[in-house]
C-alpha cells in the first residue's frame, strides 16, 4: 500500500476471530456482566455466522440493562507510524445497546475514539483514526471494546478488527 506521497501503509493487527481459541493476550472483563466470545453465532439475532465466518460477540440480551462488558487487545506497537487507522465490523439488529471504543497507551488512562455505536441491522464496517495513539513512545497501544447491554432481545456482534499505519517515506 502507499499513498501519493510516497508513504507506506502496513497491518499493525488484523483479527477476524476464525482461527480458534480467544486471540492470544486479549482479554475479557466482566463489568457486572457476561461478556462473551463466540465463535459462531447462531441462535442469535444476525445471521447464522458473522462477517468473516466466526465473529466475537457482546452477549447482551440476557442482562440488565446498562451493565457492561470489554474486550481489550494485546499490546500494539504504533511507534513507526505517522498515521493510523482501526476498522472493524459491527451488527446489533434491535434495540439500544451499544458499543464505545477506546484506546490507550503503557497502561494509561483510556481515551474514547470514534462515536458511540448502537444499532446496525446488517454487518456494517466502522472506521475511526488512531492517530493520536502513533510516533514516539506509543509502543504499547491497547484498544477496548466496550459493550453495553439493554436487556433486549439481540447481542452486539464484533467482527474483522484491522489496525493499518503509514510510515513516513
Known amino acids: 500500500g502507499g499513498s501519493a506521497t510516497g508513504s507506506s501503509t502496513s497491518t499493525a493487527l488484523s483479527e477476524n476471530f476464525n ?6 493476550g486479549w482479554t475479557r472483563t466482566n463489568n457486572d456482566f457476561q461478556t462473551s466470545f463466540e465463535f ?7 445471521p447464522p455466522n458473522g ?3 466466526y465473529c466475537s460477540y457482546f ?4 442482562l440488565g440493562s446498562g451493565y457492561s462488558g470489554d474486550m481489550i487487545t494485546s499490546p500494539i506497537d504504533m511507534t513507526t507510524y505517522t498515521a ?3 476498522s472493524f465490523w459491527i451488527y446489533n439488529s434491535t434495540g439500544t445497546d451499544t458499543l464505545q471504543v477506546y484506546a490507550n497507551n503503557n497502561g494509561g488512562a483510556y481515551t474514547q475514539v470514534g462515536t458511540t455505536y448502537a444499532t446496525y441491522g446488517s454487518w456494517t464496517q ?10 514516539t513512545g506509543f509502543n504499547a497501544v491497547r484498544i477496548k471494546f466496550t459493550g453495553k447491554g ?8 464484533i ?5 493499518t499505519g503509514d510510515t513516513a517515506p
Open 126 to 135: 466502522i472506521t475511526i483514526s488512531l492517530n493520536a495513539f502513533v510516533g
Open 150 to 157: 439493554d436487556a433486549g432481545g439481540s447481542n452486539i456482534g
Open 19 to 24: 482461527a480458534g481459541p480467544f486471540p492470544a
Open 40 to 46: 459462531v453465532s447462531s441462535g442469535n439475532t444476525w
Open 159 to 163: 467482527d474483522h478488527i484491522l489496525i
Open 84 to 86: 493510523s487507522t482501526l
Open 51 to 53: 462477517f468473516t465466518g
Open 59 to 62: 452477549w447482551t440480551f440476557v
